[in-house]
């Protein structure tokens, strides 16, 4: 049985109510088997956990500060979508996709689409800790370095903030 504690049931939805192309249907166990099988790893238990109580779609909160310069801005990134499990959209039928498309390091799983789709992504990174341990969130901008902006998924989820935050900030390069 897999373990889903992380996701308290006070807990509000990280993510936008209504339907999307993101959403997967209910996750089960054999998803989350078939899909860390197709991706070699172990997906972090929090992002399972979340996946549980729905299954991917576009997020509420989803800006990430950062203290690095991104192709966004000085000191932040967007991030639109976290990828569910076991479906057309999720983690598993595209992350290889994505890897090779667009020439990210092969560190771990694309786990996120910003609104550029593509020049830039989120990943869970196993270079550290192999397939088997817990993953550090990395942000993979056009020169395709990942920059390490979270120790774990959970961490990443905690540190998103609303774009509003950056509304009225100039962000010319």
């Known amino acids: 049985m897999l373990d889903i504690e992380w996701v308290k049931p ?28 197709t991706l070699g790893v172990r997906l972090p238990r929090s992002y399972v956990a979340l996946m549980y109580r729905q299954n991917g779609g576009v997020l509420k909160n989803n800006c990430y500060p950062t203290d690095f310069r991104t192709s966004w801005a000085a000191d932040h990134f967007q ?13 598993d039928a595209q992350s290889a996709y994505l890897i090779s498309e667009w020439d990210y390091p092969d560190v771990g799983v694309v786990l996120g689409v910003t609104p550029a789709a593509g020049p830039d992504t989120v990943m869970l990174d196993y270079s550290e800790t192999g397939p088997g341990g ?9 020169d395709r370095i990942p920059r390490r902006i979270a120790a774990s998924f959970e961490e990443f989820m905690d540190c998103l903030v609303s774009c509003e935050v950056y509304d009225d900030e100039d962000d010319d390069q």
């Open 79 to 91: 991030i639109d979508v976290l990828m569910g499990i076991g479906h057309e959209e999720g983690v």
């Open 134 to 142: 817990e993953p550090a969130m990395v942000y993979v901008d056009e």
């Open 10 to 37: 006070e807990m509000t939805s990280p993510f936008e109510p209504g339907a999307s192309p993101w959403v997967g249907p209910p996750l089960t166990e054999d998803a989350v088997r078939r899909a860390q099988e």
